[in-house]
């Protein structure tokens, strides 16, 4: 960590020592609007929100077309991979990235459908265990799903959802508080779910802590891994996590509303529990005899309901290959890099300007994914413009948030030393 130095030279240095540096080459790099596309790109710190499209985005939707407009409806059964089958082609990558076994994972639908249909399996309260417990804050979709679950399942929110927060004055959660909390409320506890990576302070939570606290007392676990996905390694078989959910369009770079995914751990697969269901999820082989009485598919692959969007899996799928070509750990490794001279670069900032940003995200690198979340209180939004001026695209939280993404696939160290270029100019100025 300490051989950081703030120049170019040393940035550029960095970028031409790393393995993983081609991998930005499969990627379309955004241009500033009105810009030549041999102009400077923009300096993208936004894969946390929506990740860059690769390139063999457009060639894997170009051949699901093709077989649509040449074969039509026989598409879902001929040729050398029907897409009746095209949930497969993206488990082992999935399950990869994710640590678990292909047929604890399946791709489908969208993140909050998702939620709501793993809480169907996991939510199931008893007269003294009907509480859930969560993390105050945590994305709005997801505290919408879990309010509208239960009040859907016959429960008063307000009287449910256990809702654990950051102590007064500090901005990320401590372990010990969700630790306690499940102690506290062990006897009313139905589930444990949270996401794994918040989204706004950009904090890991210690998942496999987390899973064997609440398994010590029996509760069920889950996790909304929608910024950790891609980003940070989890291992949910190893962890013993009981479900988890994610979206592709983040850290995964699968494209808008790109398909979410699923996990229902090994252990549940023989539990017949209850579901939401629909064909998609029935019997493959009996699928098309459309018999009557549910009969699910083995694992995850069970879940199912709809007919899943063969055209974002395509997409999906491809940018899953460059992950398995990239591998998890190099990326992290990158990654922690990376991010942790973006941390340097601030430093050098605050120790020449007295201090002007604070970093929300935790500083110790296991604690967080690539993103930082900067807490600027004063001329906060003003910064967040001299960034876009100079093509800077990170993302804007008000009253007073810049979080930066810098991810190890497509973003450089020298984009990170630009960063800190504009930020020493724009507090040179004051
Ligand atoms: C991005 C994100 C979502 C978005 O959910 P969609 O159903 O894909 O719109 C939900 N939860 C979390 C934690 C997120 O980060």
Same mark, same amino acid.
């Given at each position: /960590? ?60 170009? %051949? ?6 040449? +074969? =039509?409806?026989?598409? !879902?059964?001929? =040729?050398? $991979? ?9 488990? $082992? ?53 879990? $309010? ?32 306690? *909390? ?32 609440? +398994? ?14 891609? @980003? ?6 190893? !962890? ?5 959910? !994610? ?7 699968? =494209? ?10 090994? #252990? ?6 209850? %579901? ?10 009996? %699928? ?8 699910? /598919?083995?694992? *995850? ?28 750990? $190099?990326?992290?490794? #990158?990654?922690? %890099? ?15 300007? =007295? @201090? ?6 935790? *500083? ?35 009253? @007073?948030?810049?979080?930066? *993404?810098?991810?190890?696939?497509? @973003? ?19």
């Amino acid at each position: /960590m300490s051989d950081y130095q703030n120049t170019l030279q040393y940035a550029q240095q960095q970028d031409q020592a790393d393995p993983l540096r081609p991998f930005r080459d499969r990627f379309l790099i955004p241009h500033k609007a009105g810009q030549p596309q041999e102009g400077l790109p923009l300096t993208y710190l936004c894969g946390n929100s929506l990740g860059l499209q690769p390139v063999a985005a457009r060639e894997a939707l170009s %051949r699901e077309l093709d077989i649509w407009q040449n +074969h =039509g409806v026989e598409g !879902w059964f001929e =040729g050398e $991979e029907p897409w009746l089958y095209y949930h497969r082609y993206c488990k $082992e990558p999935l399950a990869r990235v994710v640590g678990a076994l292909p047929s604890e994972v399946c791709p489908m639908n969208n993140l909050t459908v998702n939620l709501h249909l793993m809480l169907t399996s996991f939510y199931r309260p008893t007269a003294e265990r009907f509480k859930v417990l969560t993390i105050a804050s945590d994305f709005p979709s997801d505290q919408y799903a879990l $309010e509208t679950h239960v009040r859907a399942r016959g429960y008063d929110p307000d009287e449910v959802l256990v809702e654990v927060r950051p102590r007064a004055g500090e901005y990320t959660l401590r372990m010990e508080d969700i630790l306690q *909390a499940i102690d506290a409320h062990a006897d009313s506890l139905a589930l444990v779910v949270m996401s794994g990576l918040h989204y706004y302070t950009g904090q890991v939570l210690d998942m496999p802590a987390i899973t064997q606290h609440a +398994h010590q007392y029996d509760i069920p676990v889950g996790f909304d891994l929608a910024h950790a996905v891609g @980003n940070y390694p989890v291992q949910l078989h190893d !962890w013993q996590v009981d479900f988890a959910v !994610w979206c592709s369009y983040k850290y995964l770079n699968s =494209g808008p509303g790109g398909a979410s995914g699923i996990f229902v751990h090994e #252990k549940h697969h023989q539990a017949h529990l209850p %579901r939401l269901a629909g064909w998609w999820g029935y019997q493959e082989e009996r %699928r098309f005899e459309m018999t009557k009485g549910f009969v699910p /598919m083995a694992g *995850a692959d069970g879940w199912q309901v709809s007919t899943p969007t063969i055209l974002s899996l395509a997409v999906h799928r491809a940018s899953l290959a460059i992950f398995e070509e990239a591998g998890m750990k $190099e990326l992290r490794a #990158k990654s922690e %890099r990376v991010t942790g001279y973006l941390v340097y670069i601030l430093r050098e900032i605050n120790h020449t300007y =007295g @201090n002007p940003v604070t970093i929300m995200t935790p *500083a110790n690198a296991n604690e967080r994914g690539c993103q930082l979340s900067l807490l600027v209180e004063e001329r906060g939004k003003a910064l967040f413009d001299e960034l876009v001026r100079n093509g800077i695209i990170g993302d804007w939280r008000e009253p @007073n948030c810049i979080r930066l *993404a810098p991810t190890p696939l497509y @973003n450089t160290f020298e984009e990170v030393w630009r960063v800190g270029q504009v930020l020493d100019h724009f507090y040179s100025q004051i």
